[in-house]
């Protein structure tokens, strides 16, 4: 078996540098006093969730078909919010993840870093403190799944990563919160691990030899 180092690391935004969409429009269910809304309950959510990151449909769009959904579904009042302020108050629940930005901040220069983000540019602008996290890491770059013109999100966005960085499948590594997305990259030949908090991203990177400093371990093989 073949080990390769790692050349170019792509994290995925949604839930490593800020809170998950996901998890963003049950807070924004709850802020307006409807509790309990499942997003996995509505058949139709996972496919729309996709359309967005393919940038088949705007933000506007998606919110408002995630409302009719949940409506036709029976888990909204008749008093339940407008699709715009659903949208609204999920975007303003995405808030940034700042330990998870510090370690970032700490990978080496020589490896190039790709920030991948699955909403559209407009609406990850409008994010709270959007600017603050860029800064926190200057080096990396921003890649917006919508922009790539794809027929499927997985594994069709790998070969987009790969060929958008110029760098070999194997010599990328994607972190991701989503873990549909490292098993697909797996199977597909780009490395690539599941990251479920800060703590296990800092870990990660530290036993891959991306991190600078004293307290970084020898690099593993990947």
């Not at 967005?52 to 339940?80: M, R, T």
Request: charged fraction near 20%.
């Amino acid at each position: 078996m073949s080990f390769y180092e790692t050349h170019t690391l792509f994290i995925w935004a949604d839930g490593i540098l800020y809170k998950p969409l996901d998890l963003a429009v049950a807070e924004a269910f709850k802020k307006q006093g409807i509790l309990g809304v499942n997003v996995n309950a509505c058949a139709e959510y996972l496919q729309l969730r996709e359309q967005l990151a393919l940038g088949k449909i705007d933000s506007e769009a998606f919110f408002e078909e995630v409302h009719k959904c949940f409506a036709a579904s029976g888990q909204l009042q008749s008093d339940a919010p407008a699709a715009m302020t659903l949208m609204k108050d999920a975007f303003a629940a995405m808030t940034p993840v700042p330990e998870a930005l510090s370690a970032l901040s700490l990978v080496k220069s020589g490896i190039k870093m790709y920030v991948v983000v699955d909403i559209p540019e407009d609406s990850f602008m409008q994010l709270p403190d959007s600017g603050e996290l860029l800064s926190k890491i200057p080096d990396a770059s921003l890649i917006f799944s919508g922009n790539a013109s794809l027929p499927r999100l997985l594994p069709d966005v790998l070969g987009h990563l790969s060929s958008e960085s110029n760098t070999p499948m194997e010599n990328c590594l994607l972190l991701d919160h989503d873990q549909r997305r490292p098993i697909s990259a797996l199977r597909h030949g780009m490395p690539a691990e599941e990251m479920i908090s800060p703590m296990r991203l800092k870990r990660e990177l530290l036993m891959r030899g991306l991190v600078d400093g004293e307290y970084c371990m020898h690099r593993r093989p990947v």
